[in-house]
């Protein structure tokens, strides 16, 4: 049988991102990825150059705890960190495909140069675009953070176990 064909019985989707941390909106973008492939794998960039406020293993169990917490899961999810190319992680992973989610035309131009990039150097795995939901266009991790760091209300946009975290984080009540 030819190998592409028996590949599609079987699609494996990554959706990579630093999750610095985790919102609802990409727990939305999680939910409609796995209507699509048969196994999600969620891959925590360690991403230091962004100075993320929680480390790559507590980025990891909070990405966990929410998957697990998640409802309407159409395929198995899979949670790991990675600290190279994305399209190498892609690869090793098995994946015929990386999901990335759009919230605004300014997400575009960065998008496509990494599609085109990634296209170049593995023709073989395909990037799908989901449109973010306009509940949360807006929502942004840095945003989040920021929000958060003075105070401000982020129960909306995160899950109640992220929220503790940060706060913590913060030394916030």
Request: aromatic share 8%.
């Amino acid at each position: 049988m030819n190998p592409s064909l028996e590949a599609a019985k079987h699609r494996v989707g990554v959706y990579p991102g630093t999750f610095d941390p985790m919102t609802k909106g990409h727990l939305h973008i999680i939910q409609r990825a796995s209507k699509i492939v048969d196994r999600l794998i969620i891959g925590v960039a360690s991403n230091v150059r962004k100075g993320p406020l929680f480390t790559i293993d507590e980025r990891i169990d909070l990405v966990k705890t929410d998957i697990a917490n998640m409802h309407d899961k159409y395929c198995d999810i899979d949670v790991r960190p990675f600290d190279n190319l994305l399209i190498d992680f892609a690869r090793d992973a098995g994946a015929s495909c990386i999901i990335r989610g759009l919230r605004a035309v300014s997400d575009f131009e960065f998008e496509f140069q990494m599609t085109g990039m990634n296209a170049k150097l593995n023709p073989d795995i395909e990037t799908v675009f989901l449109m973010a939901s306009d509940k949360w266009q807006f929502v942004s991790s840095s945003f989040v953070k920021e929000i958060c760091s003075l105070g401000g209300d982020v129960s909306g946009v995160v899950t109640p176990h992220i929220e503790a975290k940060m706060k913590a984080k913060f030394g916030l009540k």
